[in-house]
T-cell receptor, first 113, second 114 residues
């Protein structure tokens, strides 16, 4: 069975500092990988996705993620965090070509002034 | 192009009642998935509909059922509500085609069971 682990429940970062959110997955082959962001009481917005090819993917709002097959990881990064980035971030995996997703439990990002 | 819309946005029901949640898929999408997001958790896959037929189901009991209509909108029905059914219910659409790669989510319906 596939699963996603986001080891950090909460992370606090100073505005302007860099950010890395961790995601590890368990899957029989290389899945499709996603990062979503959720503001309080809202739905999910896709930040970026990895299907194949270049292991460093760029997303919206200045985010990027790197797929590392050997570590079964897909960590999300941003070089300089803005206060508006405060939200909950979810990593998700899905079978290639299908849109059914397995989500991690999320990491809440807090941005301090 | 319109996005995914869900109704109602909030709902309060009593334990034992039945509830119907609605979702309009994004234009051009023929696949709809439903997810349950309990407080402090990630979304959990309930089921998916493709062209009016169930196309996969997560680990949810039969009292969670669904429908997809010819215009690809969808309903999620939950019978015999339990307190643990309190959650944000998210609808996502994708497509066209059974094999598709990106799900677009609605804003969700917040269900509270008292």
């Amino acid at each position: 069975a596939q699963s996603v682990t986001q080891p950090d429940i909460h992370i606090t970062v100073s505005e302007g500092a860099s950010l890395e959110l961790r995601c590890n997955y368990s899957y029989g082959a290389t899945p499709y990988l996603f990062w979503y962001v959720q503001s309080p009481g809202q739905g999910l917005q896709l930040l970026l996705k990895y299907f194949s090819g270049d292991t460093l993917v760029q997303g919206i709002k200045g985010f990027e993620a790197e797929f590392k097959r050997s570590q079964s990881s897909f960590n999300l990064r941003k070089p300089s965090v803005h206060w508006s980035d405060a939200a909950e971030y979810f990593c998700a995996v899905g079978p290639p070509g299908y849109s059914t997703l397995t989500f991690g439990k999320g990491t809440m990002l807090l941005v301090s002034p | 192009e319109t996005g995914v819309t869900q109704s109602p946005t909030h709902l309060i029901k009593t334990r034992g009642q039945q509830v119907t949640l609605r979702c309009s898929s994004q234009s051009g999408h023929n696949t709809v998935s439903w997810y349950q997001q309990a407080l402090g958790q990630g979304p959990q896959f309930i089921f998916q509909y493709y062209r009016e037929e169930e196309n996969g189901r997560g680990n949810f009991p039969p009292r969670f059922s669904g429908l997809q209509f010819p215009n690809y909108s969808s309903e999620l029905n939950v019978n015999a509500l339990e307190l643990d059914d309190s959650a944000l219910y998210l609808c996502a659409s994708s497509g066209p085609g059974r094999r598709n790669t990106e799900a677009f989510f609605g804003q969700g319906t917040r269900l509270t069971v008292v």
